[in-house]
């Protein structure tokens, strides 16, 4: 496993795995150093909003990625995050997988008419689904879900007035992050990509913004080095003892 570099010395996604990575491949790496710590010299978000984003796309339940997250975790604290800004980060993270009953939900609706199977959830009231509505901030790309288990989906919505009612970020740093987890290159949810895009416009945010938060996804393409190239050395090693 490759160590992590100390928050003094870490530069965007990258990990002590490249030094490796620059002696057998220098160009090669010269040009993926660049392009993985542009977002970290562009200026266009403050540094500690940046480590925030990345920990929530490393964090996130469709990546998981361990020494990633720990990696900006460690960055976003010396950036001058509060713990309470970092876990903001993680629970922005954990609400993105409600997107699996945006996807499912609709098609078990059709399946199940087609096949005459029946469904009738137990009556329930649903305080934080009504809120959501009175508000105006209800999605219709809920009903599917909220028509098969309103408990359910009311449970949810409690746990995203939570995370959205909190406070800890500004609305429309809420809604960057949001984009940059629904884009990110391990989940790619379009409906909700765009539902931030067009949030995030309207609270304010640059196109610039909103690109640099898309950018931060693509750079964590790094982390297939991070992971490969130790692996490759040890098996390089493996293999010549053997021989």
């Avoid at 964090?59 to 995050?81: M, P, V």
């Avoid at 609706?109 to 959830?121: D, M, R, T, V």
């Avoid at 934080?128 to 209800?138: H, P």
């Avoid at 449970?155 to 500004?170: F, K, Q, V």
Wanted: net charge negative.
């Amino acid at each position: 496993m490759s160590a992590i570099a100390p928050a003094s010395a870490a530069t965007g996604p990258i990990d002590d795995a490249f030094a490796q990575f620059r002696e057998w491949a220098p160009k090669s790496a010269a040009i993926c150093e660049r392009m993985a710590t542009n977002p970290w010299r562009s200026g266009v978000l403050p540094r500690k909003f940046v480590e925030l984003v990345s920990v929530a796309v490393n964090a996130a339940c469709s990546n998981l990625n361990a020494e990633g997250t720990r990696r900006h975790i460690r960055n976003a604290l010396a950036a001058g995050a509060s713990r309470d800004e970092v876990l903001f980060a993680l629970k922005c993270a954990l609400g993105m997988a409600i997107h699996s009953c945006s996807l499912g939900a609709p098609i078990l609706l059709e399946e199940a008419k087609a096949a005459g199977a029946a469904h009738a959830p137990k009556p329930t009231p649903t305080p934080a689904c009504d809120k959501m509505r009175a508000i105006g901030q209800w999605n219709t790309a809920w009903d599917p879900f909220y028509e098969l288990d309103p408990a359910f989906t009311d449970e949810y919505m409690t746990l995203g007035a939570d995370i959205y009612g909190a406070g800890i970020m500004t609305p429309k740093e809420v809604e960057l992050m949001s984009v940059a987890i629904d884009a990110s290159f391990t989940h790619m949810y379009a409906p909700g990509t765009r539902r931030h895009i067009r949030n995030a416009l309207a609270a304010g945010a640059t196109v610039q913004e909103i690109m640099e938060v898309l950018k931060l996804c693509v750079v964590q393409g790094v982390q297939s080095l991070n992971l490969g190239v130790p692996i490759l050395a040890e098996e390089l090693e493996r293999a010549s003892a053997r021989d």
